[in-house]
């Protein structure tokens, strides 16, 4: 009988050591995402731009304004606050654009109401100087056809 040689078998399995770990773990916590000249530009939130504070007033204004002058303001602000944001990239375009449309409604309720003060400033002319033309000076000699004269019926 033979014994057991106690060499390993050099075509058999063999033990490695173990190696050391593919990369260490970080010593300090990582910054997410990353900052600095060096950050990669994509894969990471970016901040949105700041808004336009023209616009913002300018939506305000707009709110306020739409039937009163204040919304002539309104429709400035929104112009100026449309020329900013193009020149410096900053947000804010939608309530710029509100602005300007509430504003323009805004002109056109003070056109609306200028033109319905001027009618019945003349309708209420007319009104005085048929009664400045009526023979009587007194009220409660007027028979029916002096007043619907009057209201321009007959």
């Keep these: 009988m033979s014994t057991p040689d106690p060499t390993p078998d050099p075509q058999g399995p063999q033990m490695q050591p173990p190696g ?5 773990p970080p010593p300090y916590p990582q910054q ?6 060096y950050a990669p530009p994509y894969g990471y939130y970016t901040p949105p731009p700041p808004i336009n504070g023209m616009s913002i007033a300018a939506l305000v204004l707009g709110i306020v304004g739409v039937c ?12 100026i606050a449309k020329r900013q944001i193009a020149e410096r990239g900053e947000g804010g375009d939608g309530f710029a ?4 449309v509430l504003g323009w409604i805004g002109v056109a309720s003070i056109v609306f109401w200028i033109l319905y003060a001027v009618f019945w400033a003349t309708m209420f002319g007319a009104l005085f100087s048929e009664i400045d033309d009526l023979p009587t000076s007194d009220p409660t000699d007027w028979d029916y056809s002096v007043v619907l004269t009057l209201l321009g019926v007959a």
Excluded: D, E, K, R
């Design 20 to 24: 050391p770990a593919a990369y260490p």
């Design 32 to 37: 997410y995402p990353p900052q600095g000249p």
């Design 68 to 79: 009163n002058p204040v919304g002539v303001l309104g429709l400035i602000f929104g112009m």
């Design 97 to 100: 654009t509100t602005g300007i």
